[in-house]
Nanobody, 114 residues
Framework: VQLQASGGGLVQPGGSLRLSCEAS????????MNWYRQAPGKERELVAA???????NYADFVKGRFTISRDNAKNTLYLQMNSLKPEDTAVYYC?????????WGQGTQVTVSS
């Protein structure tokens, strides 16, 4: 199983980034997919989740700014991040859960700074 996250980088406050997570080796279309993040010195926290049926859920601190989506034909998970704030700076991880198992990607760094 591989979850390859990409799309991170340095962006100014108010800017946008789109993260991608390409999955292989799992039944992507039936997997619940999640984005987590971990800032230095902090616990890893759930950012957004999407079920196999497309239902979404967001942490309060990203509601209205981030959008999670998936393309089952491409086995890819996305996170569109708008109106970024310095406090969004973290390593972002994709996570897949299916059939009682959970897998993590390697993470992609997002830095929001002027």
């Amino acid at each position: 199983v591989q979850l390859q996250a990409s799309g991170g980088g340095l962006v100014q406050p108010g800017g946008s980034l789109r993260l991608s997570c390409e999955a292989s080796g799992i039944f992507f279309s039936i997997s619940a997919m999640n984005w987590y993040r971990q800032a230095p010195g902090k616990e890893r926290e759930l950012v957004a989740a999407i079920t196999s049926g497309g239902s979404t859920n967001y942490a309060d601190f990203v509601k209205g700014r981030f959008t999670i989506s998936r393309d089952n034909a491409k086995n890819t998970l996305y996170l569109q991040m708008n109106s970024l704030k310095p406090e969004d700076t973290a390593v972002y991880y994709c996570n897949a859960r299916v059939l009682g198992s959970s897998w993590w990607g390697q993470g992609t760094q997002v830095t929001v700074s002027s």
